[in-house]
């Protein structure tokens, strides 16, 4: 998958982005970790529209980038000529710039692999600080069945809902409904156990009354969340018009070809090539975009900071 992005000459103007990674940093940093994206404007409207926002909830903070995929990195130094620290790069410049108290805010959607591979970064260095503090990822805790739910999906499934129907101009979910129109919010997917926080989501949207909001995944995983399974659980419940929007922090390599490509696999072509539907619509805008999203982070490292 990460190949296609190295292939793909995504030219948009890296000039609007800001890379974050000076020195002279001061004692508190806030290093915002993220996957990253060679997406140019995606990376500038979500990951920069994150830390632009914790910016300004904490001015006397400084805000630093990092990205956990070094091929990603790689690929928007040659192409760009933006340098972008890699988690060690970023942890190395605090200790360096003599930082005292460092929060660290993923932008990850869960708890999931990526997460995890990010604790070990932090385990080794938090001798290093005089505090060391890991916030929440978007979704927070992850729960232990798909019934748990809390007060960051709840939140997530609002926003997130709240502007697919602006942006297919509906003023509300019961006009939607009304239409035959269904939302598909596809994800990634993941083997870790924290796949069940799709389940939770789909949880969440049939708690808030959304019954013509679906979960998917790219990887299928949980199997209900399959583009398959989510085609037939669309139709079944009668809803003749779909729109498709990514379930990821950026709308990247995924949203644009995964979900909107024109691949015969995209879930685009999958849900036209059903025949079940009069008509099927994409999204692409990432979480990241959201005002509201972008203030669940910021709450979830005013609690980190706080605690």
């Known amino acids: 998958m990460l190949i296609r992005i190295i292939l793909a000459e995504i030219q948009e103007d890296a000039t609007k982005d800001d890379s974050r990674n000076q020195d002279e940093i001061g004692e508190n940093e806030i290093l915002v970790v993220s996957f990253g994206t060679s997406f140019n404007d995606s990376r500038v409207a979500d990951i920069k529209g994150i830390e632009d926002a914790l910016q300004e909830a904490y001015p006397d903070w400084t805000i630093r980038r990092a990205f956990t ?15 972008i620290d890699n988690v060690e790069q970023a942890f190395e410049r605090a200790v360096e710039n003599e930082v ?12 999931g692999a990526e997460y995890d591979e990010l604790m070990e970064t932090v385990e080794a260095y ?6 060391l503090k890991v916030s929440e990822p978007l979704l927070g805790e992850v729960g232990e069945d798909a019934t748990v739910i809390n007060d960051d999906k709840k939140a997530v499934a609002e926003s997130i809902t709240k502007e697919a129907l602006d942006k297919a ?16 919010f596809m994800g990634h997917g993941t083997s870790h156990a924290a796949k069940i926080s799709y389940s939770q989501m789909q949880e969440q949207m049939t708690e808030l009354g959304y019954d013509n909001v679906f979960i998917g995944t790219v990887e299928g995983e949980p199997e209900d969340t399959s583009c398959e399974a989510v085609i037939n659980a669309a139709s079944e419940a009668g809803y003749k018009k779909v ?5 990821m922090v950026v709308a990247g390599d995924h949203a644009n070809n995964d979900m909107a490509g024109e691949d015969e696999d995209s879930w685009l072509s ?7 539907f009069e008509s099927v619509d994409t999204q692409i805008y990432g979480l990241g975009e959201i005002k509201e999203v972008q203030q669940i982070y910021v709450a979830h490292t005013k609690a980190a900071i706080e605690e």
Do not use: C, W
Not at 270 to 276: L, P, Q, R, T, V
């Open 126 to 131: 938090k001798d290093k600080f005089e505090t």
């Open 100 to 111: 005292k108290n460092l929060v660290v805010q993923p932008t990850h959607l869960m708890h």
């Open 243 to 247: 729109i498709l929007r990514p379930l």
């Open 270 to 276: 999958m849900f036209n090539a059903s025949g079940k």
């Open 169 to 184: 101009g509906y003023d509300n979910i019961d006009a939607a409904k009304e239409d035959g129109t269904a939302f598909v």
């Open 69 to 83: 995929a070094q091929i990603i990195i790689n690929h928007i130094q040659a192409r760009d000529d933006e340098r």
